[in-house]
């Protein structure tokens, strides 16, 4: 366990979740969700959880992102707020 | 939604050469799951996710012929009844629920037993989860079945 | 009204931080988590199972059961999309989610 990834990783990790909350177009939003899973998993794996990275992974960067974008096509791509 | 295949050669080429090495790779994760990371939890993902990449490059007209949507929930339900008959065939030959080392296959005993239960385990989650996924695709892009 | 909604997070966030500092360190040999079953696993689990991965001993014969709910209610959420979502063609008419899709419209 290094300290110094572990905290550039969790400072990338808080930009990630702020950049997706404060995005107005969703597609984008929905990218910076991915990046945010994907650093998860970074981080789980640095933790030595290697499953739990792997799930992270698969499902948080890659299917729901598509099932989102999936949504997003049947409704709106601005986001009201 | 996505009835036509995409217009361009460049992805074309690259996912069709991509699918298969995704598809190989899941199951690896299946049967390495003894040994290393992963198991039927994420190959099934990764079948689903090669699946879904076929949908979206080559469009449903064609890639519902190579894959119909109505064998996924089946998929799904075999899955499931695997993994419940894995749990109730040792009931009737006197374990417990999911007591892999009373499952009746006569050369194999012991620690082995188990290994081999956990394997068909792994393998009944992985269809599970690959039909359940492209389930949720498949009625999210709503093209009619 | 924002600047509310900030000190509220702001407390929610000092109260987080100051709950972190009761639990147990990463990795400690001693936490209450480490010292009930998991030496158990860790020790039988090679010689019960011939699995060297204890993750997927643990999830899919100690925990089997678990595993299967999971695994249950995964199938339940796909088999609710499709009760939701789908939309059959066009020629095949007459069910009742058809009639209550188009009822409020």
Known sequence: MIWQIDFWLLVILIIAAIIALSLCDLLAAVAALAAYSFFVALLFTQMGAIDVAFVEATLGAGISGVLFIVALFRTRRRSED | MIKERYQSIIVQVICSLLIPFIQLFALYVIFHGHYGPGGGFQGGVLLAVSIILQRL????????????????????????????LAGVIPMLFGGAFLDYGNLPIPWVHGAELRALGILIVEIGIGMAVFGTLVLIFDSLIGEGW | MKWVNALIMLLFIALMLYATSGLPGHADPQAPANVHVSPTYIEDSVEDTHTPNIVTAVLADYRGYDTLGETVVIFTAGLACVLILMRRKAGDKGTLSEHHRSGHM
């Open chain 2, 57 to 84: 490059y080559l469009g449903t007209e064609v890639s519902y012929r190579k894959f119909p949507p109505k064998l996924a929930p089946a998929l799904g339900a075999i899955g499931m009844l695997v993994f419940g």
